[in-house]
Each structure stands twice: as structure tokens, then as C-alpha cells.
């Protein structure tokens, strides 16, 4: 069974760009949630999105955006860069909707704005 | 709204001692309850969770945590740590009310574990 996996590991962005985050769900989940960690913090609620909709979500901005893909896979897309959304980026993929607290989270991705 | 309160930035304990980590939680009711562990350069990983039944739960790595209601709490424990356990652990509740897997953490603990 494969494991949740988001690419890249890293990478670094100036104030003002666009970035793009993938997730892929482990094997059989439809669920995929994205949480915000910042430094010295735990990791804070984005959105959730199930069946390619946004499911809920957390105090972000609108400028964070996410997508579903009909295989379960996953995009958070951040607009207008800001230093403090430098961050790791977890996504956590569970089997089910609804209260579905089963979830497996992957490396993250850790993104550096300047 | 919910919250959770992990008292204890940073603990420092020798391999082969007892461990306590401390959890708090605010919420109108009982939520699930979970701890999760986070090495460097990792995802997190699920150590344990309680739901209801049994307020002592059992965990992966010789892990175990007990609810006490009156307290609010969720404390973490381990009887003999292992240089292995160095990481930082997370508390973290889900809103037994809502349709949404939606996970609150605590801000975390860092242990460091003295050889």
C-alpha cells in the first residue's frame, strides 16, 4: 500500500508569485486535507476536499485554493505570496467523508518565501 | 471554538526515564482525541487515539495516553523512553459534532532524550 506523498520537498518563492503543491492520496483514500504548519507551531486547518469539491474549510484567505482530481490526487495553490506563508504544507488523505479522522499525512512540502 | 494546550515547549528527559507530556483541551463536550509524533524531515504519525469506551488508551511504541474528563486532559506517556523518541509530539482534537475530519493541534512538544 502506498503512502501519502507530496511533491516537491521544497521549494523557494518570492513575495508576489503564485505556487502550486501536489498531494497524492494513499491508495483507496478520497479524502485529502491540507494543513498549514508554521514554525514553531502546529499544523492549522486549510480545507478538505472530497469527491473533487472543497468539503470545508479553515481561516484562510481566498488566495489559497485547492483542487481534487478524479484519481483522488491534490493541488493547494497559494496566489499573491506572502512571507508569512512560508510554511511545511502537510496533506493528510483519509477514507471517507463526513468525520472521517483516519488520517494518514504525508512529508509536506516546505515552502520558503522571500 | 476548540483549543488545545500543550503547557511544555521544550522537555528534556535521560533514555531509560518515565514520560509525561501534557495535553489540554478546550471543547463544549468530549471530542477525539489524538496524539501524533513528527520527526525531522517527516510527516506525522499517528501514535494513538481515544473515541470513547476505556479511558486509558494503548498506542504504537509503547505508548499510552489517558483521558480525564474533569481535567480536560489528554496526557501523553511512555514508562521508559528510547533515544528513538526524540521528536516533537502533537495533542490534537476533532469536533465530534461536525461531518468535517477536521483536525485542532496543539502548538507541540519537543523532547530531547539524553543518552
Known amino acids: 500500500e502506498t503512502g501519502v506523498t507530496q511533491s516537491p520537498t521544497h521549494l523557494i518563492k518570492t513575495r508576489g508569485q503564485q505556487v502550486t503543491l501536489r498531494c497524492s492520496s494513499q491508495?483507496?483514500?478520497?479524502?485529502v486535507s491540507w494543513y498549514q504548519q508554521a514554525l514553531g507551531q502546529g499544523p492549522q486547518f486549510i480545507f478538505q476536499?472530497?469527491?473533487?469539491?472543497?468539503?470545508g474549510r479553515g481561516n484562510f484567505p481566498p488566495r489559497f485554493s485547492g483542487l481534487q482530481f478524479p484519481n483522488y490526487s491534490s493541488e493547494l495553490n497559494v496566489n499573491a505570496l506572502e512571507l508569512d506563508d512560508s510554511a511545511l504544507y502537510l496533506c493528510a488523505s483519509s477514507r471517507a467523508s463526513g468525520a472521517s479522522y483516519e488520517q494518514y499525512f504525508g512529508p509536506g512540502t516546505r515552502l520558503t518565501v522571500t | 471554538a476548540q483549543s488545545v494546550t500543550q503547557p511544555d515547549i521544550h522537555i528534556t528527559v535521560s533514555e531509560g526515564a518515565s514520560l509525561e507530556l501534557r495535553c489540554n483541551y478546550s471543547?463544549?463536550?468530549?471530542?477525539?482525541l489524538f496524539w501524533y509524533v513528527q520527526s525531522p524531515g517527516q510527516g506525522l504519525q499517528l501514535l494513538l487515539k481515544?473515541?470513547?469506551?476505556?479511558?486509558l488508551v494503548q498506542g504504537i511504541k509503547g505508548f499510552e495516553a489517558e483521558f480525564k474528563r474533569s481535567q480536560s486532559s489528554f496526557n501523553l506517556r511512555k514508562p521508559s523512553v528510547h533515544w528513538s523518541d526524540a521528536a516533537e509530539y502533537f495533542c490534537?482534537?476533532?469536533?465530534?459534532?461536525?461531518?468535517?475530519?477536521?483536525?485542532?493541534f496543539g502548538r507541540g512538544t519537543q523532547l530531547t532524550v539524553w543518552p
Open positions: 476536499y472530497y469527491r473533487e469539491e472543497e468539503n
Open positions: 491508495s483507496g483514500h478520497n479524502t
Open positions: 481515544y473515541f470513547s469506551g476505556d479511558t
Open positions: 490534537a482534537v476533532g469536533d465530534r459534532g461536525s461531518t468535517l475530519g477536521r483536525l485542532y
Open positions: 471543547y463544549g463536550a468530549t471530542p477525539y
